[in-house]
């Protein structure tokens, strides 16, 4: 399954069963100044430390213990289907990847699922107070848009039962989930406005920030080979990469013999272009040598473990500042982003109060 549809499998996951994700497009916790995109196939992904306990003893989820209702809202109540699908979803994940739940984790995911569940059912029963019915059409826009993103109909509906929906309960949940983007917008998001003098003194308060390491703008052509091939079956890929090497030599265009033979696919498509990446974005075989080429030079084969690569660079960047005009839009959004949850939040809040808002769980 490629990156982008798990990502929208995500999404899926999120719309089903936590409401806290109807506001993360203005979540952005990057560094204003960073600009470096972590999508990339052959860039080292960010290593996060976690401080948990060695050898916590692992539990089980207790679905039977769950009452059949978690909240009430108005006196109207809230049915723990949300919060079940919720936690099957994440045991099924750390099931995936082999990692035991133990009580801290658990508890601490209930409480953010239960939470996350309440804030949207009351910012969703807001929402149809004030009249706010999204279009059927809208909605299956934003379901074709999901479908879009997956090979075909089966495997999008392979990701549905794997969360326990149907098509008919997701269209529901990205119904309610637009119309609390739709609340939102309208009680807080399109009023926050930031002034270019709060842009400009964030920028001259927070100069670290912006500090940018040196970066190459390079392309690569990868042949790979599997991560237990044996000696002669390496040697097979590498005597192919041999003759593309020996064809850029003679002159042919770097771009459209990545087109045609590279197996980074995504790269492929733009000629080999990875784009503007620092010495920490690469893994560090291409690294070593990406940054020892200059402008317009094309290395010999460098092996890692993805296999072998041809690596051709186009500009240096070096270490500096990013300027203020570059910098602007994301340090907008920053601060709008701050000012919006924070609005967010008390909104919530007041409206959990006025709606006798009362957990059951």
Do not use: W
Request: positive net charge.
């Amino acid at each position: 399954m490629s990156r982008k549809v798990v990502i929208i499998v995500l999404a899926l996951a999120f719309l089903s069963g936590s409401g806290a994700y109807i506001y993360s497009g203005y979540n952005d916790k990057s560094a204003p100044g960073d600009g470096s995109d972590d999508d990339k196939d052959f860039t080292l992904p960010k290593i996060t430390k976690t401080h948990e306990a060695k050898n916590v003893a692992s539990v089980k989820i207790d679905y039977e213990s769950i009452p059949e209702v978690i909240a009430k809202i108005d006196g109207v109540p809230v049915s723990k289907e949300s919060y079940v699908r919720a936690l099957a979803g994440f045991e099924r994940n750390m099931k995936k990847i082999g990692k035991p739940i133990n009580q801290q984790m658990l508890d601490k995911l209930k409480g953010s699922i239960i939470e996350n569940i309440i804030n949207t059912e009351t910012l969703a029963r807001q929402a149809r107070k004030d009249g706010i019915i999204i279009d059927s059409s809208k909605v299956e826009e934003r379901l074709a848009s999901m479908k879009g993103n997956f090979p075909d109909e089966k495997h999008f509906d392979q990701a549905l039962a794997g969360l326990g929906l149907t098509r008919d309960q997701l269209k529901k949940e990205i119904a309610k989930t637009m119309s609390v983007q739709a609340l939102l917008r309208r009680k807080i998001l399109d009023a926050i406005a930031i002034t270019d003098e709060q842009v400009r003194d964030y920028y001259d308060l927070n100069q670290l920030e912006f500090e940018t390491e040196e970066k190459v703008h390079c392309a690569h052509i990868l042949l790979k080979f599997d991560k237990n091939a044996t000696d002669e079956e390496k040697a097979k890929v590498k005597v192919k990469i041999e003759g593309i090497l020996e064809k850029i030599k003679q002159g042919s265009d770097f771009g459209e013999l990545a087109r045609a033979n590279s197996k980074d696919k995504r790269s492929a498509e733009k000629g080999g272009d990875l784009g503007e990446l620092s010495r920490r974005q690469l893994i560090p075989e291409v690294a070593e040598v990406a940054f020892t080429l200059e402008p317009g030079e094309v290395s010999g084969i460098v092996e890692s473990r993805f296999g072998y690569h041809i690596l051709k660079v186009f500009k240096r960047i070096p270490q500096g500042i990013t300027p203020f005009e570059k910098a602007r839009e994301k340090i907008k959004q920053r601060l709008k982003s701050k000012q919006a949850q924070s609005k967010i939040r008390e909104y919530v809040d007041n409206l959990r109060k006025e709606m006798n808002v009362v957990k059951l769980i």
